[in-house]
T-cell receptor
């Protein structure tokens, strides 16, 4: 039982390059999330998917796109990377966002540097 | 939308002392308040949570209190140990909305 797995763990990009962060969970969770973590800024929500087939913007969606490929997988794409997107990205999942108790299980994080 | 403020941003305590971290939230309809702990280089993990119909919850050395009238909740850690050193995040949410996190508190327990 791996929980939430995200890849890659580390990535260095040049400004303007594109890349996709992959996330998969094996807990049969309905909801999945992408957060970014910057020093002194806490965890900020980029996009989330309350259930398979739906996606919604979070607090900081600009410059990102997401795809809920199936119930297990939720990817985050940077179409044209910018230095401001240098951050640690966390994928997370929860059983059911409608239950009123969004207990999140996080992945190990992906450290992205944009030069 | 919901806004969560967390204080202090850093906290140093002597081993064995207590630590208190406070959070305020803006949306009076929020009903779920978890706390996450993130050790250096690791992922955040839930340590305790409380719902709006409960005023206090304890789990061994940690406790969370909630004051709905004042819209604030606090994490209390008693008899701190070096392994309590980490960044702690509070969060709030309403029903089926995603969690909104505070900016975190870096707790250092000095042996």
């Amino acid at each position: 039982n791996a929980g939430v797995t995200q890849t890659p763990k580390f990535q260095v990009l040049k400004t303007g390059q594109s890349m996709t962060l992959q996330c998969a969970q094996d807990m049969n969770h309905n909801s999945m999330y992408w957060y970014r973590q910057d020093p002194g800024m806490g965890l900020r929500l980029i996009y989330y998917s309350a259930s398979e087939g739906t996606t919604d913007k979070g607090e900081v969606p600009n410059g990102y796109n997401v795809s809920r490929l199936n119930k297990r997988e939720f990817s985050l794409r940077l179409e044209s990377a910018a230095p401001s997107q240098t951050s640690v990205y966390f994928c997370a999942s929860s059983r059911d966002s409608a239950s009123g108790a969004n207990v999140l299980t996080f992945g190990a994080g992906s450290r992205l540097t944009v030069l | 939308g919901e806004n969560v403020e967390q204080h202090p941003s850093t906290l140093s305590v002597q081993e064995g002392d207590s630590a208190v971290i406070k959070c305020t939230y803006s949306d009076s309809a929020s009903n779920y308040f978890p706390w996450y702990k993130q050790e250096l280089g690791k992922r955040p993990q839930l340590i305790i949570d409380i719902r709006s119909n409960v005023g206090e919850k304890k789990d061994q050395r940690i406790a969370v209190t909630l004051n709905k009238t004042a819209k604030h909740f606090s994490l209390h850690i008693t008899e701190t140990q070096p392994e309590d050193s980490a960044v702690y995040f509070c969060a709030a949410s309403l029903g089926n909305t995603p969690l909104v996190f505070g900016k975190g508190t870096r707790l250092s327990v000095i042996a």
